[in-house]
Nanobody
Framework: QVHMVESGGGLVQAGDSLSLSCAASGRTFSSKAMGWFRQAPGKEREFVAAITWNTGIPYYPASVKGRFTISRDYAKNTVYLQMNSLKPEDTAVYYC?????????????????????WGQGTQVTVSS
């Protein structure tokens, strides 16, 4: 079992930056990758970023590439999401997730079905 808790959400203005954290506990050694997803009201859960746990290789979709940065602190079992140049369309609940699979690549990390554990989410609201 892997337990994850997100923090760092809040209300910001367009153009601002915000940093999210996700602290993992439990059988974290079994995690192969960590990801961030977001879900806006009435929309499907959307892939935001992923990072391989041991090697730290990041993956991003085109919608956030260049604005968002995922990183992890291996010793602290924590993954971060630095979000810059925020836009109102970035407003959503942001979730972190852990994948136990040895599969890799953006096509694999893109799907929320490929993650085994999820945090409770943290709200990010960007005003215009």
């Amino acid at each position: 079992q892997v337990h994850m808790v997100e923090s760092g959400g809040g209300l910001v203005q367009a153009g601002d930056s915000l940093s999210l954290s996700c602290a993992a506990s439990g059988r974290t050694f079994s995690s192969k990758a960590m990801g961030w997803f977001r879900q806006a009201p009435g929309k499907e859960r959307e892939f935001v970023a992923a990072i391989t746990w041991n090697t730290g290789i990041p993956y991003y979709p085109a919608s956030v590439k260049g604005r968002f940065t995922i990183s992890r602190d291996y010793a602290k079992n924590t993954v971060y999401l630095q979000m810059n140049s925020l836009k109102p369309e970035d407003t959503a609940v942001y979730y972190c997730a852990a994948s136990l699979s040895t599969n890799s690549g953006i096509n694999y990390y893109y799907s929320s079905r490929n993650y085994d554990y999820w945090g409770q989410g943290t709200q990010v609201t960007v005003s215009s």
